[in-house]
Each structure stands twice: as C-alpha cells, then as structure tokens.
C-alpha cells in the first residue's frame, strides 16, 4: 500500500492510532495512510481496488486483501472558524460540515484532534514524523488536544467521546485541558445517529468496556446519547437498573478477552431495559394489561432511542425479542417450559434474565430454577413447575436438539 503511492512519486505515511499504538508497546489494529497525492490520483494509483467516499472529509478506500485501507490526502491548517480566509463550510454551532482543501504534512498535523494521533511514519525514509509534540504525550501518556478545546469539540463534537474511548483503552491520563466541557456534552444530541451507533460500538464492544462505560458516566456523556437510561440511573430505581447495564457490559467484555463471539443486540438490550421496565410499569398503573403494556413500551422506548443514536434491525429485533420473552420466564407450569426452551431466542433471554436476578429486579429462586431445567432436564423440578414430569423424555429430547443448534447470549 505505502510502496504503491511511493512508487508512484507520492509521499506516503501511516499516520494516527497505528504509529501512537507502535509506540506505546500496543499491537495496531488499524492502519490509516495519509499522503500528498489527491483522491483521484489515489484512485489513478489503485485503479478498481480504490474508491472515493465521504462528502465532509472526502478519502479513498484501497482494497488490501480483505482488509479496507483508509487514504487520506493532507489537509490545509484553516485556523479557526473565526479567521476571514477559512475556506471551510461551517454550521453556525461551529461543526465543521466540509473541509477539502489539501495542504502540507506540517499543516495536516496541525488539524487532527488529539496530538497523539499527528505522528507520522514515512515509508520512504522509515522515520516518525512529530510536528505537534506527540512524543511528549507518548512518553507521559497523556492525552491533549491540538489547539482549544472549546473550538475542536466544537468542530466535532464526537471528539469528545472520542477522548474517552482512547483514553481509557489506552490507559492514558485526559490532560485538564482536554476534559469535555460540562457545558458542551449536548452538542452530541445533534450527531448524526448512525454515527453515534458506530462509536457506541467502539465504546462498549471491546474488553475496556465497563471502565468506558464509567467514563462516560463520569463526564455525563451518556445523557445525550440514551437520554431514557440516563433518567431511570438517576432516579431512585436508578441502583439497580445501573448493576443490570454494569453486568452486561462486563459479561461482553470477558467475552470478547475470551475471543467468543458477541452481539450488540445484548448491550443495547441492557441499556434500554430500564426504560422499557419503567414506561411498561406506568402503563399498567393507568389500566394496561401487562403484556399490551410492555410491547406499546418496547416501541416508546425504541422509537425515542433511534433519533439519538441509531440501532439497525439486525439487532433491534433479537433485542425485542430478548425483552418479549422475559414475562413467559414466570410461567413453570404445564407445558410453558417446555415450549419455551427451544425458542431460538431463548438463551439470550435466559442470560438476560440472570442479569435481572443479579441486579434484584427479579428474585434469584426463578433464575436458578430455569438454571437447573436447563443444567439437567432429569431432576426432579421444584414444586412450583408441576406439570412438567409427565413430559421429562420429551421435553429432554427438546433441549439436547436446542443444544445443538443454540448461540450463546451475546452470539449475532
């Protein structure tokens, strides 16, 4: 990829999280290159294995192998939205909407968000380039951002987000100044929501998850983006409705350092189960049935979520389903076990289910209940499941066939 550009006459850098994470002893999991050739001459270079995407940042997207290389050109330093020659197009909360004008190396570090992330690797001559004082950051593992504060966030408010997933993950210090703003976290609300479901992902899908997740409290950055769990975690329910979401985050991380597979179907089941728990419970004081109540909550809560931050379907419906379950967990008697059991959705709603003993909401009795049916379909059930000892072979033969084909929790 480099060799390609230099061979070519460019110049060609790997530049932000793969040289940071290089020299911070952290295996790089992600390789971006910047360079002085344009995007149509980064196409001209690759020809079918590169496209143009992007209307705010236009880049390329390089084919190699089956990886998708990110090609950036370098960008200009406009200054500050304040400057008379800024030549880019600006919203008037200061977020910058386009920003196209190509320039130095110099100025292209210049213009990144945090000063760790404006050190380049040059293939040609194999050297860091550092023209923000990043080294120094490096060495003290601290995070800064390049210029003030105020105006960067401003720019891009995710930056803010941003600073708390790579510092965490890193196990980096926030420099002072570059702690998000308490006055300037709404700014998030404006987002656009499928950009905040990918950095939700980056935030809570990975092995730091529960001390990002404490992070975001701590800067009150998970108000803007899920505005419903932040009003139940701060209301008198708010203790055990934050273990349920703690315990789902670090089952997924212990997941994920195990190299199991995981979902975010089950986070964001977790994330927005106490909404859903507490507009359900509001609809049955008024008069509701139960389970009318709990489905019209369901698609309250969900409807409201996605204008924040957006939940594609694929996962939207399995976290549905892992709600609508949870009521036919009080039912043991007669045959509601066993047609329960080989719901392909049931393991999911069974993990869900032990969150909620674990955090209180439901008493620990059914949990271990539904446990041991599970753990050994021939013992003897508590009395509370009568009905089901007629049906031991059958509803045996069930679950040894729901074995063999079930996904744990956290599988997409």
């Not at 149509?40 to 590169?50: H, L, N, Q, T, Y």
């Not at 179907?265 to 709990?294: N, Q, T």
């Not at 059930?381 to 074995?403: N, Q």
Request: hydrophobic share 40%.
């Amino acid at each position: 990829m480099l060799d390609g550009l230099h061979d070519a006459g460019y110049r060609a850098c790997l530049v932000g999280g793969a040289v940071r994470d290089m020299l911070l002893g952290v295996a790089p999991k992600d390789f971006d290159v910047s360079t002085d050739a344009e995007p149509e001459a980064v196409v001209e270079v690759f020809g079918r294995k590169a496209r143009l995407i992007g209307r705010r940042f236009q880049i390329c997207h390089v084919r190699f192998g089956r990886e998708i290389i990110e090609v950036s050109t370098f960008r200009a330093d406009p200054g500050t939205a304040e400057d008379e020659d800024d030549t880019r197009e600006i919203d008037d909360a200061g977020r910058v909407l386009r920003d196209n004008v190509f320039g130095s190396i110099a100025e292209d570090a210049r213009r990144r968000d945090f000063a760790i992330n404006g050190l380049y690797w040059d293939v040609a001559d194999e050297c860091v380039y550092d023209y923000v004082g990043a080294s120094a950051d490096v060495a003290a593992r601290n995070l800064c951002l390049i210029g003030d504060a105020r105006v960067r966030y401003r720019e891009d408010p995710v930056r803010m987000i941003r600073a708390v997933r790579i510092a965490t993950k890193l196990g980096l210090t926030i420099d002072p100044s570059a702690e998000p703003p308490a006055d300037m976290v709404d700014l998030l609300a404006d987002v656009p929501s499928a950009r905040l479901f990918d950095e939700v992902l980056k935030l809570l899908m990975h092995p730091a998850g529960p001390e990002v997740f404490a992070a975001l409290r701590h800067y009150d950055l998970l108000r803007p983006m899920f505005p419903q769990t932040h009003a139940v975690l701060e209301s008198d329910a708010g203790a055990a409705s934050e273990v349920l979401i703690k315990t789902a985050i670090a089952n997924t991380a212990a997941r994920i350092e195990a190299g199991k597979p995981v979902t975010p179907a089950f986070i964001f089941a977790a994330l927005l189960w106490p909404a859903v728990r507490e507009r359900a419970a509001d609809l049955e004081r008024e008069g509701m049935p139960a389970s009318p109540a709990l489905s019209s909550a369901q698609s309250h809560v969900v409807s409201q979520q996605v204008q924040r931050v957006a939940i594609p379907k694929r996962f939207s419906i399995p976290m549905r389903e892992i709600w609508q379950l949870q009521p036919r967990f009080h039912k043991r008697r007669g045959r509601a076990p066993n047609r329960l059991i080989p719901h392909p959705r049931f393991r999911a709603a069974y993990d869900f289910l032990l969150l909620r003993a674990t955090a209180g909401e439901v008493e620990q009795e059914l949990a271990d209940w539904w446990t041991l049916v599970q753990d050994d379909p021939t013992t003897p059930k508590p009395a509370s499941g009568t009905g089901m000892k007629k049906r031991k072979r059958r509803g045996g033969r069930r679950r040894r066939l729901h074995e063999d084909n079930e996904s744990p929790a956290n599988d997409e």
